[in-house]
């Protein structure tokens, strides 16, 4: 008798894989009509780049391998949203194509496609980006637009993000800038800076149970205490950066975090100390992107020791001869 032994997930369900992909998409509409609103035609662009080279990859891959198209799930639509999600809106056109190709291509394709990757695709995307056109995607922000007025220019007036202000001048931030960074009238990528939507997706994956509550609850969580007691104003850097979307969309992947109740805990937990770690003593004044990945290379470890004991079986502690 054979046996095939593969990576999990064991049990592959196009419809229902697609039927949870769908849901997330919906989940974050609202981030990206106001990342569009903001952010005008060049948001419109990148996200259409994106998404249209995700899926045309992994469609010319599978048909060059001669694997069965699993487009239709969406899955690679979903990587491509969301990493134009994790680029600014002044980023030339040709970048979300150079990291659609490494994020499903290198990171996903290569270790056997969806389900079998063991790190975010989207975020292996956004961090080659980050190592190899460092000043595109790190000090080119664009201002948000005057709603509509401006939507179809595609010149971008430049300025820093919240965060980077906050790491250069030290400044405390007044009532307004919580206001400007909840609605997303603030410099950033085009799917990070409007955390009201991001929160309302968020609820409604937990509503709808197609996420559970452990990882982006502990990953916030201990970021806010962190952040508390070794920085000076938590509820600012909530609200700003990668923070709600990395916890909500990107950490809580299925085939990229823990199985277990005890494991996502423990993943969460460790998202959020690096996230603090990195923002206040780093260079880069974000820092979710790489606590995401570097948890996700963790996470076989984590899996390893909190595995609940195989039924029936049971481990007898040898007695020392006397």
Not at 107 to 113: E, N, R, Y
Not at 157 to 163: E, G, K, R
């Amino acid at each position: 008798m054979s046996h095939v032994v593969t990576p999990a997930p064991h049990v592959r369900d196009k419809e229902t894989s697609g039927k949870i992909m769908r849901e997330v998409l919906f989940a974050l509409t609202p981030a990206c009509v106001m990342g569009i609103y903001f952010f005008g035609v060049r948001a419109l662009i990148i996200i259409l780049t994106s998404v249209a080279a995700c899926v045309l990859f992994e469609a010319l891959y599978q048909k060059v391998t001669k694997q069965t198209l699993t487009v239709s799930d969406c899955s690679a639509a979903l990587t491509g949203l969301l990493l134009a999600f994790n680029l600014p809106a002044s980023a030339p056109f040709w970048m979300p194509v150079v990291g659609a190709f490494v994020a499903v291509i290198i990171a996903k394709q290569l270790f056997g496609g969806i389900g079998q990757n063991f790190v975010n695709p989207a975020l292996s995307g956004r961090a080659f980006l980050m190592a190899a056109y460092t000043p595109q995607m790190a000090s080119s922000f664009s201002e948000p637009l005057d709603g509509f007025k401006n939507f179809f220019t595609f010149d971008t007036v430049t300025s820093a993000t919240p965060l980077i202000n906050m790491a250069e001048e030290g400044f405390a931030p007044a009532r307004a800038d919580y206001i400007n960074s909840l609605l997303g009238m603030t410099g950033g990528c085009i799917g990070e800076v409007c955390a009201a939507a991001l929160i309302a997706g968020g609820v409604y994956l937990l509503v709808k149970k197609i996420i559970s509550w452990h990882i982006p609850v502990t990953f916030l969580g201990v970021s806010f205490l962190f952040i508390l007691v070794f920085g000076n104003n938590p509820a600012y850097h909530m609200i700003n950066g990668g923070m709600i979307l990395g916890a909500f969309f990107m950490a809580t992947d299925y085939a990229t975090s823990p199985v277990t109740v005890k494991g996502r805990l423990i993943f969460g937990a460790g998202c959020g100390i690096l996230v603090g770690v990195i923002r206040l003593y780093g260079g880069y004044p974000e820092g979710v992107c790489y606590a995401i990945l570097l948890m996700n290379l963790a996470v076989p470890l984590i899996d390893r020791y909190t595995r609940p004991r195989v039924y029936g079986v049971t481990h007898h502690k040898k007695k020392s001869e006397v």
